[in-house]
Every structure is written in structure tokens, then in C-alpha cells.
């Protein structure tokens, strides 16, 4: 059974850089399937935000509201891929979900890690 | 981007309720929307894509449906397990966005 882990600091300081990572096992980035991998984001009693995704071979999308400030990449050989958010402030607050979307069932997240909660604070 | 409408942002219903909660969005986005349920502390469990598709293991007695740019997710008859947020989500285009939610609490 496939299973997403996300880890990372728990508090990042102002104007400092977010950085977690999400490892996967039970199965492998690498899939005949389509599937992306992507990072979702929840401030504290708030609703969903989808961040960005990437394809095993390093193809790249992005929200453009955090575009500029956020880059995500993938470690074939290690199973697992990584998130930066550059710039942070308190609104960035949030639990951060990793999660597996398959283009093959409507770009549906079906798999998702437990959840990190990153706090923005000095 | 898309925006996505869900009503009510909350409910209060009893165990064998049958429960109702509307996802509008602001353009076509053909099938493409998928229905979520998340528990206090849990992430999102994915229920239904393209707008009726079950998930396996999923109770039959979620379904979705649409009509145009609205979906509908209902559940027949609420177990004590079904108190959670749903959001519905559409991935017609990037970025994929997500309703703001639907709390189904206990009567």
C-alpha cells in the first residue's frame, strides 16, 4: 500500500525558506502510470490550497499565486520529492499535505501523506 | 482560476439524515470534480472523481452526481462516522482549486 510521508522543520522564521519533503514507499515515483506528485496546503482551520506538482521526469506546475516563491522538486532515487517556499511571513502558517495525483482518474489526489504543520514564527 | 462555490458551509443533521451539499463552479469544467471528506486532524480522504465515481471502499451510500457547472454530493443516510468537512475540488484546469468547505456536524 502505497504510503506519503512529510518531513521538515516545524517552525521556520520570517523571510526564511520553508523546505520539507515527502517520502513515498509501498510503491515508486517512477510508474507506467501517470502520476504526479503534488503539495497541498492548509492554514489553521482554513481550506485547501494546491501548491504545485511534478511528473518523475522533473516537468513542473505551479500555483501562479506562489509561483515566484516556490520550487518543487523529485529524487528518483531516493522515492521522494521536496518543496521550497522562499519568503515566508505568518500567512504561510499552514499544515502541509504531499499527495499523489493520478491524471488517469480525473487528476484526483488519491493518496495523501499525514500532514506537517509548519509555523512561521521568530 | 476557477472559483468553486460549495453550500451550506455548514449543516447540522441527525444519524440517518439524508445530507446534501451543492458544489457550483464559475465555469465548465466537464466532469472533472472530485469530492473529498476530511476528519478533525486527518488529511483529506478522496470519496468520488468525475463527479460519480466511487472510490473502492467508499459506502455506497455516497453518491455524485452534476448538471451543468453544479455537483452534487449526497449522502443517503448519515452514520456517525460521515461527521466530517467535505470540499469539492476542480481539476479541469491549473491550478486545480478547492470549495471552501462543508461542515456536517451532529444535531
Known amino acids: 500500500q502505497l504510503q506519503l510521508q512529510e518531513s521538515g522543520p516545524g517552525l521556520v522564521k520570517p523571510s526564511e525558506t520553508l523546505s520539507l519533503t515527502c517520502a513515498v514507499s509501498g510503491g515508486s515515483i517512477i510508474s507506467s502510470r501517470s502520476y504526479y506528485w503534488g503539495w497541498i496546503r492548509q492554514p489553521p482551520g482554513k481550506g485547501l490550497e494546491w501548491i504545485a506538482n511534478?511528473?518523475?521526469?522533473?516537468?513542473?506546475y505551479y500555483n501562479p499565486s506562489l509561483e515566484s516563491r516556490v520550487t518543487i522538486s523529485v529524487d528518483t532515487s531516493k522515492n521522494q520529492f521536496s518543496l521550497k517556499l522562499n519568503s515566508v511571513t505568518a500567512a504561510d502558517t499552514a499544515v502541509f499535505y504531499c499527495?499523489?495525483?493520478?491524471?488517469?482518474?480525473?487528476?484526483?489526489?488519491?493518496?495523501w501523506g499525514q500532514g506537517i504543520l509548519v509555523a512561521v514564527s521568530s | 482560476d476557477i472559483q468553486m462555490t460549495q453550500s451550506p458551509s455548514s449543516l447540522s443533521a441527525s444519524v440517518g439524515d439524508r445530507v446534501t451539499i451543492t458544489c457550483r463552479a464559475s465555469?465548465?469544467?466537464?466532469?472533472?470534480l472530485n469530492w473529498y471528506q476530511q476528519k478533525p486532524g486527518k488529511a483529506p480522504k478522496l470519496l468520488i472523481n468525475?463527479?460519480?465515481s466511487l472510490q473502492s471502499g467508499v459506502p455506497s451510500r455516497f453518491s455524485g452526481s452534476e448538471s451543468g457547472t453544479d455537483f452534487t454530493l449526497t449522502i443517503t443516510s448519515l452514520e456517525p462516522e460521515d461527521f466530517a468537512t467535505y470540499y469539492c475540488?476542480?481539476?479541469?484546469?491549473?491550478?486545480?482549486?478547492f470549495g471552501q468547505g462543508t461542515k456536517v456536524e451532529i444535531k
Open positions: 511534478i511528473y518523475h521526469s522533473g516537468t513542473t
Open positions: 499527495a499523489r495525483q493520478d491524471s488517469g482518474a480525473w487528476y484526483s489526489f488519491d493518496s
Open positions: 468525475g463527479a460519480s
Open positions: 465555469q465548465s469544467i466537464s466532469s472533472y
Open positions: 475540488q476542480q481539476t479541469y484546469s491549473t491550478p486545480c482549486t
